[in-house]
């Protein structure tokens, strides 16, 4: 009998040794394509997420209808449903598969019950809780395929203390006790089934036996009936062996594989994708790692894994430290090249200042010149004016005076022949106040036919500055001006003293300046503008 069964062992080992190509672990997979493959199944978690809600609930459609056993089937399924993906919900359909065995008065039921709570305890964090639910089970009734499940569940509890734990000599001690009850299991298993390939390759693991455990998972990777859960979990920790073997490529393959399994699976209790990102994050890609950390730590946070949180919350504060500094970095060596840029820039500034400042000078000294041009422009304009009026008024004034003369000899000679010939009478005669009137109504006129030579528009422009023709000064037909006219005619021939104008025109200043107020009152332009718009004409 032992030799029989040395010689299947021996067949198992030769079968093993032929499915794999040596000792060292090889994904067949670039890490970065793997990388790719991984940040383009994380795009699409929501679409398996939904897949996943969607199957919980048509399995849910069918408890509604369900009693007895068939119930607890149901049951089941949904707690294998939420095994791995929310521990909340798992626990209570654990509980709810223990009330039903119960209620069926199963033993097998009640074994797997009891089992389906521990899973939960221990994929929650709960060490002490998933202990003594563990020591409470009774397999002593249980049929075979039931105490499979006790053995799985109790190898799974004490190898997940050893990792827990870490510590020697505990750690050691919870290998040790798990490989007992892996042993056990083994008695219920198919040698060479996809179960037995598991538990053996996870015992050659925990008991640091990588080379073995690289053989049985890539045996079992190659099997047709291995599902995606398990997929990710053999390939999870195919990663943690090459990180042990310090093979870091093939690390980063496996573990992004593993994390593309978790995805599609919808796994939430993971922690292939946390282990990627410590990976990555000492290989530098802190980018990656960083949005790993975070997918991790939402995972962990959605099904409640209390050791997962502090793990992955220990991870997070670390990368984004690095993560911080390398920005940093950044901003220190932009903040450089933008001081650089300032400096160029203040000195182009400067210069466009300086060559601003100088076209602001030529500008300037052009302005002045401009200014000076059009101050000559108007003094020529003004003298032009004023020669004009000048030589008007010269010539007019040659012609008044030479009648004026030719009038007062023929007066005084007049005047003469009276006194001469003792006619007084006759000559205060001559001397009548309305030949004075007279002469000084024809001076006006003189005046005013000279003062329209030089402003034929006057009346016309004047009349503007006035609403109504009740206001336009009621200059007649003849064009000549009025009395108000005339004082603002002198004032645009440059007379402005008011004393002058009223000698003039043969008037008091009071009543010059009554004038002129009456006139700009009626007048639409304000007081203070009235004298220089008629300037302007």
């Known amino acids: ?299 962990a946070n959605f099904y409640g894994a209390r050791q997962r949180i502090i793990e992955v919350s220990g991870i997070l504060p670390i990368i984004e430290q690095d993560r911080y500094s390398i920005m940093e970095s950044q901003r220190n060596a932009m903040a450089t090249t933008a001081v650089i840029a300032v400096l160029f820039v203040v000195a182009l500034l400067v210069s466009t200042w300086l060559i601003r400042r100088q076209m602001k000078k030529l500008k ?15 003094k020529n304009a003004q003298l032009t004016e004023a020669n004009k009026i000048k030589d008007e008024y010269i010539g007019q004034s040659f012609y008044t005076n030479a009648e004026y003369i030719n009038k007062v000899t023929k007066l005084y000679r007049t005047i003469d022949q009276k006194i001469a010939a003792r006619q007084y009478q006759d000559l205060r005669s001559l001397l009548k106040e309305s030949e004075l009137i007279a002469e000084r109504k024809s001076m006006f006129a003189d005046f005013d036919k000279t003062f329209l030579n030089l402003f034929p528009h006057f009346i016309d422009q004047y009349n503007c500055l006035f609403a109504d023709a009740g206001d336009k000064g009621g200059a007649d037909k003849s064009k000549t001006l009025t009395t108000e006219m005339r004082i603002f005619a002198l004032i645009r021939l440059g007379i402005t003293d008011s004393e002058r104008i009223a000698k003039f025109l043969n008037y008091s200043i009071h009543t010059i300046n009554t004038y002129k107020t009456r006139v700009k009152n009626k007048s639409l332009v304000d007081n203070d503008q009235f004298e220089a718009r008629i300037m302007e004409i």
């Open 1 to 299: 009998m032992k030799r029989k069964t040395f010689f299947r062992m021996l067949l198992m080992m030769l079968m093993l040794a032929a499915a794999t190509e040596g000792w060292a672990v090889t994904s067949g997979s670039n890490p970065e394509t793997m990388l790719i493959q991984l940040d383009n199944s994380l795009k699409e978690k929501n679409k398996y997420e939904k897949q996943k809600l969607e199957n919980i609930a048509r399995i849910k459609q069918k408890l509604k209808s369900e009693a007895g056993t068939g119930r607890y089937a149901v049951v089941r399924q949904l707690y294998r449903e939420y095994s791995s993906y929310q521990y909340d919900s798992a626990y209570v359909y654990a509980r709810e598969m223990g009330r039903l065995a119960r209620s069926l008065r199963s033993a097998d039921y009640q074994v797997e019950g009891q089992c389906a709570i521990v899973f939960c305890l221990l994929s929650a964090g709960l060490y002490n809780e998933g202990s003594d639910a563990l020591d409470s089970i009774d397999i002593s009734r249980a049929s075979a395929p039931y105490r499979k499940i006790f053995f799985t569940t109790a190898a799974r509890f004490y190898y997940d203390m050893a990792d827990f734990t870490h510590a020697n000599p505990y750690m050691d001690r919870y290998v040790r006790q798990g490989g007992i009850y892996t042993d056990s299991l083994l008695h219920y298993l198919s040698e060479g089934s996809r179960d037995w390939l598991y538990a053996v390759g996870m015992r050659e693991m925990k008991e640091r036996h990588y080379d073995t455990c690289i053989r049985y998972f890539n045996a079992l990777l190659k099997r047709t009936d291995t599902d995606t859960h398990l997929k990710a979990i053999v390939t999870s920790s195919l990663g943690w062996i090459c990180l042990f073997k310090q093979q870091n490529e093939e690390a980063v393959s496996y573990l992004a594989r593993a994390a593309v399994y978790d995805n599609q699976a919808a796994t939430r209790e993971t922690t292939a994708l946390c282990t990627l990102a410590r990976l990555l994050y000492q290989q530098g890609d802190i980018q990656r790692a960083t949005e790993y950390v975070r997918q991790s730590l939402a995972n």
């Open 364 to 378: 300037q000294a052009q302005s002045v010149i401009a200014e000076r041009k059009a101050q000559v422009e108007q």
